[in-house]
């Protein structure tokens, strides 16, 4: 059997987890087709983000020795910190020494598909539909399929069901009664915050902007990007999530300057009543707060009117690169983690979601009910950033937080923020 081994590289800082890599200008020159068997490739070298699973080690040898089992191949992986990501795969795509398979995050991969380096997988996928839509649609441009979804996250609203259940409230099935129930419990906890509305959150803003009626940027026909956030639905969705603060009073001053790991400790620390909060947020919050065993609850966004409202499905996806002569292997290593025993494995390990639909059925059906909201929202009302390879600069100006904290902090209206948004949002997507 094939030796399976491992390079560790330096630990992950906690702050670059929402590491947004610029985009690239590099290309590669390909120097294969992929029409090779695997039987022609030793090793496979693969680069893994290093933090995601706290037995990264331990899966990997379960997973490549069983991979060589099958197919006679090596596979050297190494772990690669977030904060070296962008620079290490630029240089090697430079270089033509990229490794053959790599972990993107969802919202990485137009950029690097852009530059020519990933290899087009859609000729391996019988089914698209079989995989989480969001996801699978940040991979795929222009018909073809760059990377597959490998593991997932997504947020909905996580809440105190025993304030709840003392104030008389059920779980809101709409926006009205989203912010009613805020309302109540920002007049009758005084202790708490009833509805932090962050700032420095981008994907705590982007469900309202849908919700709303809004898109964050179009296509158009001619290649050009279009973004709706200054629409009349996208205004609607920013005027009620900014409004809970500025006009209902349900959040707190100083959430203006709160990203996600702030929100989440005011929730753990029980000075929130209710949350937005991702998928793996729930049991790091109890390891971190046992008290409140029993009296957490999660419910999917509410639709503005009824049914449910969009949230931002993160995450990985894996993508093999064009180029290095061991394509075929590659591919197999990529449905290898991404279907059956190791994608549930990952899952199970790390908290996320698997990246396949059926798979993520098994939670929508499961029982916990810190997990099951979390999977139906990810079924039913998770989508994707808009795939477009400069995205990542959206992301790195931070355009979608300089509105909401424009709005929060006074600094413009809703229409004046939504308007500079948009243009900024343009100007980036289009070249400008």
């Known amino acids: 059997m094939a030796r399976r081994r491992t390079r560790m590289y330096a630990p992950l800082p906690a702050a670059t987890l929402a590491l947004v890599l610029a985009a690239t200008g590099c290309g590669s020159e390909s120097g294969g087709d992929g029409s090779g068997d695997i039987s022609d490739t030793d090793t496979l070298t693969v680069w893994i983000m290093e933090g995601t699973n706290p037995d990264e080690t331990g899966f990997f040898d379960a997973a490549n020795s069983a991979f060589a089992e099958e197919h006679g191949v090596d596979v050297d992986v190494e772990f690669i910190p977030w904060a070296d990501a962008q620079d290490k795969i630029s240089t090697s795509i430079a270089g033509g020494t990229m490794p053959d398979v790599v972990e993107l995050g969802t919202t990485f991969t137009p950029e690097f598909a852009d530059s020519g380096a990933l290899y087009d997988l859609a000729p391996y996928i019988d089914d698209p539909s079989a995989y989480t839509e969001g996801m699978f649609q940040m991979g795929e441009i222009d018909d073809e399929v760059y990377a597959l979804p490998w593991y997932a996250a997504i947020r909905s609203i996580v809440y105190r069901t025993d304030i709840f259940e003392e104030h008389g409230h059920d779980v809101p099935e709409d926006w009205d009664q989203f912010r009613d129930i805020a309302i109540d419990l920002s007049e009758n906890e005084e202790d708490m915050t009833a509805f932090p509305v962050p700032g420095d959150a981008q994907y705590s803003v982007m469900p309202w902007i849908w919700g709303g009626g809004g898109e964050i940027a179009v296509e158009q026909d001619d290649g050009t990007w279009v973004s709706e956030i200054d629409s009349e639905g996208g205004r609607a969705g920013m005027e009620f999530f900014t409004g809970l603060a500025l006009e209902d009073g349900v959040s707190t001053t100083g959430a203006v300057n ?129 795939v477009a390879p400069a995205w990542g600069q959206v992301e790195a100006e931070n355009i979608i937080v300089g509105m909401q904290q424009d709005i929060l902090n006074g600094n413009a209206t809703v229409e004046e923020a939504t308007e500079w948004a948009a243009d900024e949002i343009e100007r980036i997507l289009n070249g400008g």
């Open 258 to 386: 709160w990203n996600e790991v702030d929100v989440m400790e005011a929730f753990a620390d029980e000075e929130a009543a209710m949350a937005i909060l991702g998928s793996a947020n729930p049991n790091a919050i109890l390891e971190s707060n046992p008290d409140l065993e029993g009296d957490i609850g999660v419910f999917p966004f509410p639709g503005k009117d009824g049914g449910y409202t969009d949230s931002f499905a993160g995450g990985s996806s894996l993508a093999v690169f064009d180029g290095t002569g061991n394509e075929a292997a590659g591919v197999a290593y990529v449905e290898h983690l991404t279907d059956g025993e190791f994608s549930t494995r990952w899952a199970e390990e790390t908290g996320f979601f698997p990246g396949r639909v059926d798979e993520v059925q098994e939670f929508v059906e499961s029982e916990d009910p810190l997990v099951q909201p979390f999977a139906i929202q990810l079924n039913e009302a998770g989508r994707g950033t808009p």
